[in-house]
Each structure stands twice: as C-alpha cells, then as structure tokens.
C-alpha cells in the first residue's frame, strides 16, 4: 500500500507546475548610491538597458555598471520614460521635467523642458511619463503638460481632480483619479463610462492587458475593464488580500505583479491563479514596493523603499529561499510521503512537498538526533535510510532510528535478496531487517577502504572510489561474505588519474566515470576504462565532468562546473542548463542530481536546493539579447578619460584619439547572473590573430601607431552560442604629421617657392643694375686705361728687365751652387787622393825616392786645397746673388774670420754639415766647433737657430 502510494505522489510531483516549488531567484544590487535610494518609476529600454527614477539621481544599468545622472533642481525623480522614437530617457520630478539622450561619448546629456513653461510651479511632482504621435505626456499632481518637441512647445491641461496614476493604452491617456478613471481626448479629460464603481476608490496602476484595462486598487481589489464594462476579478481575490495594501503593479503576458507597501511583491499567474509571494522573509531586500516594470527578458524589477531589486522570472530555476537557507548547505534530497527530506551539512530536515510557504517563508522541521553531515539518503523498501557522519539512521518522518554497529557511512544499496550493503569510513557492511528492525549483521572481508562512492554492477561485484586510494573493482561471495578477487585502478587507459575528482555511476550496463579529463567507460573485452567517445561528442567534447547520471526515464545528465547537460531518452539533442552564479568543487562526492520528473531536477549546493526546469530552457539569443557588447572605450594616459560607452541606443560615434593619448582600456562582456561565468571571450584588433579564450572582459593596449583601427570581439556560450561586436576608432598622427601640420607644410614650401622667385627676379634687377653700372665703370676706365697703357708698358718693361735680372742672379746662384759643389766634390776626391798617398808613403822605406814624389804630391794636393782663387770668386758671386751678405756681416761682425764667414755662406746656402766639411778641409767635429764659436759670437741663445739667424739678417 505504501508503495502504491509513493507511486501516486510521483504522478503528482510529474504534473505540478514549476511555480509550486521554491521562488525564483531575486538578486539585490548593492551598489552605494542605489542600495539606499527610494525608487519611484522604472522603465526599460530593451536589452539590458533599465532605468530608474529615484529620490537621489536617475540610475542607469546597462546589465553590467551603475551610473547615476543628476537634474537640475536637484529634487526627486518621480518618473521616467525611454523614447525610442525621439533617443530620449525623459524624467519627471518636483516641478522640473528634462530628458536625457547619448553625448558624442555615449554619456547622458541632460536638458530641462520645464524651464520654458510658465507658470511651471504649478507642475508639482510628474508621475507618469507617456509618448504618443512625437508627443511627450507628462502627468503631474493636477495637470497634464503636452511637450511637442517639433518647435519645442508645450500645452498644459487641467483639471479640479488629483491623478494618482496614468497609462497610454492604444492611444489614449488615462487617468486613475480621486473621482474614479478618466481619459484624455485632445485637450481634454472626460470619465470613461461604465467606471462608476471606481469612485471613491484609490488607484494605483492601470495596464493594458487582453484587449482591455486591468486597474489595480490600494485595497478594494483588481479590476478589469473592457471599455464597456468592469467587473471585479474575484479570481484572483484570495491571493491579493494576502499581499495587502497595493502602490504599484506592472503586466507582462499572463503575470500581474503586484507591490505592496507592507509585504513586498506578489506575481500572479493570470491563467491559473496561482501566485508567488516575494518579502523579506525569501530574500525581498524589504517589504515597501514603490515601482515595478518587467524588462524584455521578463524578468520582475523591483524599485523598494530601500533599494532596487531583480526576480528573475525567466530563470529556467527557483529555490526554497533566496540567501541561505536556515537548514544549511544542502548535500541530499529524499521525497517520500507528501514528505521533502533535506540532507544538509547541518543534519537532516522535512518540509511538506510540494513546499507551501506561509507569507513567503518555508517551515523546515529537523529531525532529532541527526545534527552533522548526512551523506545520503536512499528509499530502500518505502523507508528512509540515511547515511550519516555518525552512522546509519532509518528516518520515519521526525525520528530516526540508528543503526549500531556503524560508524560513519557514506551510501547504501539494497541486494537482491533484502538485504542492504553500506559504505562506511571503512569498508563496506551489511545490513539486513529483523524483527522488523535493521541491524547490522557483517562486515565485507578483505577490503577496508573509504568507499565514498560506488556502485553495484551485479549482486556479487562492487566498484568503489576511495579518493587518494584509486578505483577498485571486488567480486566477493555472497555467502562467506569475503572478497574473493580485487583489481585496482588508479588511471585510465590514456593515463587520467583516477585518484581525484572522479565520480561513479552505473546505466546500460556500464560502469561509468566522470573525471576531470572528459567521461570514461569500464571495457570488459580489454579490461582497462576507456573514453567514452560517444558521450564525450554528446556533451561537447572532453572537460572537467562532476557527474554523470541516467535517470528512470532514460534522461541522460551531465554535470560540469557550469552547467547540467541533458540528452533525451533518443541522444538526438542536448539540452543546457547553466549553473548560475558561483559553483565550486562538489562539498560531498554523492549523488548531486535529482530528477522529480521528466522537466524538473533538484540540484543541492552551498546556498540550498535549486530547481532546474528544462523544460523552460531557453537561450538569451532568442530574445535578442547579447552575448557579445563592448562596454566601454577609455584613455589611460596621460590621465584617465571616457572617450565612449554603450548606450540603450547603442549609438557610436566616429572615436578619434590623440596621438598623445594613444593607451586605451575597452570594456566588453556582460555581468548578468543567468549568463555572467558561462562566457568567454576572443579578441583580436585589426589584423591581429584571435586571443586566446579567456573569461577577462578587459583589454588593455599603450603607445598605439597612428592609424584606423577595429576592435573586434567573439563571445561563446557554453551551449556553442557565438556572438560578436566590433568597434572602429582611429589614432592621430602625431603633430608634425597631421593633417594640419602639413598644410602648414604645403604653405610653407609655397611661401618659400614665392620667396625664391622674389628673391630670384630681385636678385636678377640687382645684376642688372650691377652690370649697368660696370658696363658705365668700364667705359670710364676704359678711358683712364689708354691714359695708363703707356706707363704700363714702361712699367712691363721694367718688369721684364727686373725680371730677367732676377733670372740672371738665379742662374748665377746655381751657377755657383754648382761650382761649389763641383769644388766639393774636387776637394772630398783629393783628400781622398791624399789619404791614400799617405797610407802608401807610410808603407815606403824611409828617404826613399817614392817618399819623396809622394810628399811633394801631398804639398801640391794642399795647395790646391787651400787655393784662394777660387773662393774670392766664390765670395763675389755670392754677394752679388745675396745682396753683399758677406760684406755686411764682416762689417756688422768684424770679430768673424773668413773661415767663420765662409761657414756663415755655406750655411746660408742650406748646406748640410756634411756637405760643407770638405768644402772647407775641416773635420765634422771641426764644423761643429765653429759653429759654436759663431753662435758665441752672434749671442745667440741655446735654443735660438743660427739658419734662421743668418736668414734674417740677410
């Protein structure tokens, strides 16, 4: 019977609606500025574009960076509106109303409408913003301002009514006011008909939904009129009397959000009726609603008291509980009985399944005597038996029962014939009911491993990973209960280590191994573990896998550290689920994956249990948003500076950098937490080769060349999605090659091709000019020149004749040079003539008549020697050539005596010391000797030369 209904409750679970278990996630941004403010309007501009009207600035996101843009006066920001048409986010606040549009570095620029209005006082807080035919709406306190921005003017219509909301549905303006609804007709207000029932009743929202109105009251309920009628949806009655008191609602399809001012938002499911309520008690950063908007995606945005927030609709995921759970970490995951069991790091708790919150919280019951870490839970028999750090418990409902003899055991399985095996600290047990209670009855002989995970492949063969210990495979006998073979493996057959991060599970027969190289299979035929190629292609390639898994409907799932991966009974096609947010190593190496039914898998992990829906699975590329977006373009030097930012227009102008500033910073990438991790990125500029993939969304380049460049970008997604963006910006030459500077080039080569021609033609007048005046000179000396030609012959002629005595005294002067060495070389023979005779007359005998001859031929010799003919004739020659030299130096120096004179010549001469010793019979010695009795006798100083002397006194 318990089986059966067990049965029934998993037809039950297969058939419940995403939206009755958990909420969906909801992320608080904590930005300084926002996390504080009082949001009053948003409005989103396609992709992941929001902006928000708030008490301090307007706020704009882009899906990865806050930025915040003040108004004028400074007050709050009431409303904002983004006009596609006209480029413009347009704001209301106290009295001022403006729009913002991209500078040329994608910057919003303010400009104030409100300034040009008179009497615009009068215009006290704007609450609604709305565009019609190029025409700007703006819904104040009492009035409403027409704005036509084609010739910038403006109409303000009144009325004795307050509005407390409005919205431009198919064209028209309506009014939710104190006196019920009205609309606006040209310039004109009337009360829409059939709205009696509205008076005296608070409107918050009006939204257009299923060809009619939806109008949200504070506390008298949802109404929905259709122009002819209106009628009050009672549906939905139960649900918004729990939310209390509305300020603001937004619709999106068949969801209707509702915020309240004491219990935060409630989103409705107007086909089933059904509703999730979001507070502070299931992570709501607080309970005061001012605004909501849902963006493109279809996320909920959130505009708080305190703050702004994201319910992340379209997550194919929920949880029990946005933050932490009270519970702990969750590990493990049992349903049984209309019971959700909890294995967490804290022990074990229930909650009723599907989990029913009262005002957004969940009430988890712990069960007794299970604090610590349980490792896992399995239904063996329609009970529970949980595998604990301190042992086995068998749970029936909030109590548990252990199970003595067992320490710490990691899983249980049950064997054929009703018995359990366990895998403990160390080695495995067996368990087996008696007298209706579990005992343990052995212990597996021959193995005392850690068996922290493992798998039955028949009722006799175990394989267990046991951490640093490797893979074992043991066959044992049932009977003695012993191991009876074991194999161990600590790698695969292409040498991946089976000693970490490896993971165990049986399906078609096969035991199967996620490792950190890709997904491995024991082959039985070769008994090594082999890759699993079919699987390994299946799930894109080889990568780090955490777990693999078949679930009873033929589901095959894999899980990585980014995503679970789901093939369909038939393998025809993946399904991809990204992990989002942050997911480190598994804290426990079981069971991680837990399907409820064919669409819904329960994930345990840090932050509690979540969700995954497959069958929501959908890729953002499919609703237009990027993968792919270069964020930013900045200068880093000489200082930081915007040179561009994305913008909701996606506008880009033509980027232009100075040379002297040509470091830039480019921010890409998206910051999302469905997408933001499950991402990488290539980038290449120019002609560049691609980068390597990397999960960076910042590139930095310095000292760029002057030149056009394109900045290019390609984003995947871990389901193969690729997506780019590229942006083009050119670097200036530097100065002395710019544009300008070499205008100032061309100029001045122009300046300088004019100034030589002037120069030139002047140049030419100044030769004219000069040629004149010598041709004018020439004549007139022409004249003065057959007056001189005469003294000039007489002049020549006395030239000539000087000139030819000139001629004479040198050719006497080398006459007499050559005498004189002629006589040189007379004298140097006939002393050596005499030399020899003296050698022969010292070999004759004494009073020989040889003797005798060669006596009176030396007598003879020395008279030639000492002739004075000669060297009178010399003595005149060479006065006459040197301008009397001897005559004046006798006179000058009367002390010198004609050998010293004669030396005085020779030197003149240029005469070497060698040359002029046998002109002058004396040794060399003897020459030196006179030398310095000349110098003496001149004064001359030590280092004063007597060439130069007698030079001088010529």
Request: proline residues 3%; glycine residues 8%.
């Amino acid at each position: 019977m318990l089986k059966f209904c067990n049965l029934i409750i998993l037809i039950l679970c297969a058939s419940l609606p995403m939206n009755a278990i958990g909420v969906h996630f909801a992320k608080e941004f904590n930005d300084a500025s926002s996390h504080n403010a009082k949001t009053w309007g948003i409005s989103t501009a396609g992709g992941d574009y929001v902006f928000f009207a708030t008490q301090q600035a307007l706020f704009a996101y882009d899906g990865n960076d806050w930025k915040s843009f003040q108004i004028n006066n400074g007050t709050d920001l009431r409303s904002v509106y983004v006009s596609r048409n006209e480029g413009r986010v347009y704001v209301g606040a106290i009295n001022e109303f403006g729009y913002f549009e991209p500078g040329d570095d994608g910057n919003l620029v303010y400009t104030c409408l409100s300034d040009s209005v008179a009497g615009r006082r009068e215009l006290g807080n704007i609450w609604g913003i709305y565009e019609k035919d190029h025409i700007i709406y703006a819904q104040g306190d009492r009035n409403i301002m027409k704005y036509i921005p084609d010739g910038n003017r403006n109409v303000i219509v009144s009325d004795s009514c307050k509005f407390d909301c409005s919205a431009m549905i198919d064209g028209t303006l309506y009014l939710g006011t104190d006196r019920g609804l009205k609309f606006m007709a040209g310039d004109n207000i009337f009360t829409a008909p059939e709205t009696e029932r509205l008076k005296g009743k608070r409107i918050r929202s009006i939204l257009p939904y299923s060809r009619g109105i939806i109008i949200a009251t504070a506390s008298d309920g949802i109404f929905f009129y259709d122009r002819k009628s209106l009628r009050r949806m009672d549906e939905i009655e139960n649900e918004t009397r729990r939310i209390g008191e509305i300020f603001c609602a937004a619709v999106n399809g068949n969801r209707l959000a509702l915020g309240s001012i004491h219990n935060g938002v409630m989103v409705i499911d107007l086909d089933s009726t059904t509703a999730q309520l979001y507070n502070e008690n299931n992570g709501l950063l607080n309970n005061t609603v001012l605004s909501l908007a849902f963006d493109e995606r279809g996320d909920l945005w959130a505009g708080l008291d305190r703050g702004i927030e994201k319910i992340l609709l379209e997550m194919p995921a929920t949880t029990l509980s946005n933050g932490n759970l009270p519970i702990g970490s969750g590990y493990v995951t049992e349903i049984i009985g209309g019971k959700m069991y909890l294995g967490t790091n804290r022990g074990l708790y229930t909650v009723d399944y599907p989990p029913v919150p009262e005002n957004g919280r969940l009430s988890f019951t712990p069960v007794a005597g299970t604090t610590g870490q349980v490792w896992g839970l399995r239904n063996i028999g329609g009970e529970i038996i949980c595998t604990h750090d301190r042992g086995v418990f068998v749970i029936d409902g909030t109590t548990m029962t252990p199970v003595n003899g067992i320490c710490g055991s990691w899983d249980c399985m049950p064997l054929t014939d009703g018995r359990v095996i366990v895998g403990t600290y160390d080695g495995f047990y067996i368990m087996e009911k008696r007298r209706q209670q579990w005992v343990m009855t052995a212990k597996l002989q021959g193995y005392d491993g850690c068996p922290n995970n493992f798998v039955m492949t028949s009722p006799d063969e175990i394989w267990a990973s046991a951490g640093t210990d490797g893979v074992t495979r043991l066959k044992f006998d049932l009977n003695t209960l012993a191991v009876i073979d074991e194999t161990h493996f600590t790698s695969t057959c292409d040498s991946v280590p089976l000693t970490k991060d490896v993971n165990l599970s049986l399906f078609d027969g096969k035991v199967h191994f996620a490792t950190s190289e890709g997904i491995y299979v024991y082959n039985p035929a070769s008994g090594t573990i082999e890759p699993d190629e079919r699987l390994n292609s299946l799930f894109g390639g080889k990568k780090h896998f955490r777990r693999i898994k078949k679930d009873r409907g033929g589901n095959l799932y894999a899980l990585t550290s980014k995503e679970i991966m789901r093939s369909g009974s038939d393998s025809s096609s993946v399904t991809r689920m990204p992990l989002f947010g942050y997911f480190p190593a598994p804290m426990h190496e079981g069971d991680l994956l837990y399907s409820i039914n064919d669409s819904i898998v329960i994930f345990p992990g840090y932050n509690g249990y979540t969700f995954f829906d497959f069958s929501r699975a959908t890729a953002d590329h499919d609703k237009g948003l990027r993968l792919a977006r270069i964020n930013e373009v900045s200068i880093t030097s000489p200082a930081d500076s915007l040179l561009y930012a994305n913008n909701f227009l996606g506008r880009r102008e033509k980027i232009t950098i100075g040379y002297h500033q040509n470091s830039l910073r480019i921010k890409y990438g998206i910051n999302d937490d469905a997408r933001s991790g499950l991402v990488t990125y290539r980038y290449r500029l120019s002609v560049e080769d691609w980068s390597a993939p990397t999960a960076s969304t910042l590139k930095e380049y310095t000292n760029l060349k002057d030149g056009c460049y394109r900045f290019e970008i390609e984003a995947t997604a871990v389901d193969g999605t690729i997506d780019t963006d590229s942006i083009e910006f050119t670097i200036l030459p530097p100065w002395y090659k710019s544009k300008g500077a070499i205008a100032v080039y061309i100029i001045l080569a122009i300046i300088a091709v004019i100034a030589l021609i002037v120069l030139e033609r002047h140049l030419l007048a100044v030769k004219e000019r000069r040629v004149v005046r010598e041709k004018d000179s020439e004549l007139a000396k022409r004249q003065a020149d057959f007056d001189k030609e005469a003294q000039m012959k007489d002049r020549k002629i006395m030239e000539l004749e000087k000139e030819k005595l000139h001629f004479e005294l040198q050719h006497k002067s080398q006459e007499m040079a050559n005498a004189m060495a002629s006589i040189a070389r007379k004298n140097e023979t006939l002393i050596n003539i005499k030399q020899e005779l003296r050698n022969i007359y010292s070999r004759l005998n004494a009073g020989s008549e040889q003797r005798k001859s060669i006596l009176a031929l030396q007598n003879s010799i020395d008279v030639s020697l000492q002739s004075d003919d000669v060297m009178k004739r010399f003595e005149d020659e060479f006065d006459l050539v040197h301008n009397d030299f001897m005559k004046k130096l006798r006179s000058r120096y009367p002390d010198l005596s004609n050998n010293e004179v004669l030396l005085c010549a020779y030197i003149k001469m240029d005469l070497s010391t060698k040359e002029i010793a046998p002109l002058m019979n004396i040794s060399v010695r003897g020459m030196e000797t006179m030398r310095y009795r000349i110098r003496k006798k001149f004064n001359l100083e030590r280092e004063e030369s007597l060439q130069e002397f007698l030079a001088k006194n010529n």
